[in-house]
T-cell receptor, first 115, second 114 residues
Framework: DGGITQSPKYLFRKEGQNVTLSCEQNLNHDAMYWYRQDPGQGLRLIYYSQIVNDFQKGDIAEGYSVSREKKESFPLTVTSAQKNPTAFYLC??????????????FGPGTRLTVL | AQSVTQPDIHITVSEGASLELRCNYSYGATPYLFWYVQSPGQGLQLLLKYFSGDTLVQGIKGFEAEFKRSQSSFNLRKPSVHWSDAAEYFCAVGATFGNEKLTFGTGTRLTIIP
């Protein structure tokens, strides 16, 4: 079954601790994305990557970091510098084909709660 | 920069009634438009998309949407809702090929009453 896996589904951390959220895809997509979702605010783009070993900041990158060492993996680290880390985090992936617009496919999400 | 407005935060409709969810976008060129649905605590599922051509697009689960350039709108419709349609719905706009960043609206929560 092709798809996007995010783990864990629920994550609890103490304030001041860094935490890493996992995102893996077996769709052979080149591009991967991280979004943050807060009630009433929709989805906001944190980081995205269109190729291995390269990534760009989205609209709300402060306090977050990412890596893209493998095509299928795009982990997100929420650092202690992120002031309000409690949120629902969604990972997505898409092809990168310059001839067409490539829709994004989403994972099931990770709910992070910082205590 | 593109933006999306979903003016209705919450809509309640009776099962079997028709539905229209509003979406207005702002973008300088031809937009790429999407509607996604999200069940509580889940990821997003694509309902339909508009890239070009026919302005009335059909999606999954009996949904359709109409692109109206003159009104900068892309409203989602369904002629008869089912209890399983209760969810949150997001409209999104994309920019150019090869840079598939999406800008999302704030969402509309749909409640279905018997």
């Amino acid at each position: 079954d092709g798809g996007i896996t995010q783990s864990p589904k629920y994550l609890f951390r103490k304030e001041g601790q860094n935490v890493t959220l996992s995102c893996e895809q077996n769709l052979n997509h080149d591009a991967m994305y991280w979004y943050r979702q807060d009630p009433g605010q929709g989805l906001r783009l944190i980081y995205y990557s269109q190729i291995v070993n390269d990534f760009q900041k989205g609209d709300i990158a402060e306090g977050y970091s990412v890596s893209r060492e493998k095509k299928e993996s795009f982990p997100l680290t929420v650092t202690s510098a992120q002031k309000n880390p409690t949120a629902f985090y969604l990972c997505a992936s898409s092809n990168v084909d310059r001839a067409v617009y490539n829709e994004q496919f989403f994972g099931p999400g990770t709910r992070l709660t910082v205590l | 920069a593109q933006s999306v407005t979903q003016p209705d935060i919450h809509i309640t409709v009776s099962e079997g009634a028709s539905l229209e969810l509003r979406c207005n976008y702002s973008y300088g060129a031809t937009p790429y438009l999407f509607w996604y649905v999200q069940s509580p605590g889940q990821g997003l599922q694509l309902l339909l998309k508009y890239f070009s051509g026919d302005t009335l697009v059909q999606g999954i689960k009996g949904f359709e949407a109409e692109f109206k350039r003159s009104q900068s709108s892309f409203n989602l419709r369904k002629p008869s809702v089912h209890w399983s349609d209760a969810a949150e719905y997001f409209c999104a706009v994309g920019a150019t090929f090869g840079n598939e960043k999406l800008t999302f609206g704030t969402g509309t929560r749909l409640t279905i009453i018997p």
